[in-house]
């Protein structure tokens, strides 16, 4: 049996836990008043395996933005009516945060992991959010949704992160990012010096205890260097790294032989 992808694990979820059919969620998630995506809805209206297999069932691959509404507007939409289902009130946003937070995050995060996308960039995003200025649980509830709505629909870690980060910023007045500073002096010039070839190197991430774990996370040698961080926007990075890294922690990059 094939691996779920983000895509289904969404829907899937939203399904059992929301009580919402595959249709009903494509129409909230897919751009109805555009040519694709208006086209896209009237075949899954009409043919249900259509739906399930070029919708619900979607690889990362063939994830295209350009159909999807704002994830932001969406998962306000999707929230009213799983808190609906589940009876209404604060024990029901209660229960989505719990929800998205716990069993459907492991559920994503399972699946990025099964398709080699950053499981991890989730995971940090996660913490952020435990830790984000605005406490109220309905606040935290849409944040942890939306980090799953955005996620799965794209099956982007990257695209979700930056969807909750914007939401943050233009909505809620809440910081979800954290203050970066620059590059050190004479970086950019260095991106355009010859580079000697260097052995391949690579860094342990070591605990407080000294002990070290095996997993080596290889430095690329290309002259814009590795960015160590929370919640990276650039590709490669390294985001094994504790609750307490900035986004963009440092980066490591060869110039010459250093």
């Known amino acids: 049996m094939a691996a779920e992808t983000p895509c289904s694990v969404l829907y899937n979820d939203i399904r059992s836990f929301g009580g919402l059919k595959h249709l009903e969620i494509a129409r909230m998630l897919i751009n109805g008043d555009s040519y694709l995506g208006s086209t896209l809805l009237e075949k899954c209206s009409s043919n249900r395996s259509y739906l399930t297999r070029y919708i619900v069932h979607r690889k990362p691959d063939q994830c295209a933005p350009a159909i999807y509404s704002d994830f932001t507007v969406t998962t306000l939409n999707l929230s009213a009516a799983i808190c609906s289902k589940l009876g209404g009130g604060e024990s029901a946003y209660q229960a989505i945060a719990e929800h998205y937070r716990g069993p459907a995050a492991n559920e994503m995060m399972s699946a990025l992991a099964s398709y080699k996308l950053d499981s991890r960039l989730y995971a940090n995003a996660l913490n952020r959010i435990d ?74 991430r070591t605990h407080a205890d000294n002990c070290a774990d095996m997993q080596i996370h290889p430095l690329t040698r290309d002259p814009r260097g590795t960015v160590i961080g929370s919640l990276p926007k650039t590709s490669p990075s390294i985001t094994d790294v504790g609750a307490d890294a900035s986004r963009e922690h440092l980066r490591i990059w060869l110039e010459g032989e250093h």
């Open 131 to 204: 830790n984000f200025d605005g406490n109220a649980v309905r606040e935290k509830s849409t944040l942890y949704l939306m980090l799953f709505v955005a996620t799965g629909a794209l099956a982007d870690p990257v695209q979700g992160v930056a969807t909750v980060e914007r939401f943050c910023d233009s909505k809620t007045g809440g910081h979800f990012g954290t203050t970066e500073t620059t590059v050190g002096r004479g970086f950019m010039s260095s991106l355009e010096q010859p580079h000697t070839v260097a052995p391949n190197l690579g860094l342990l």
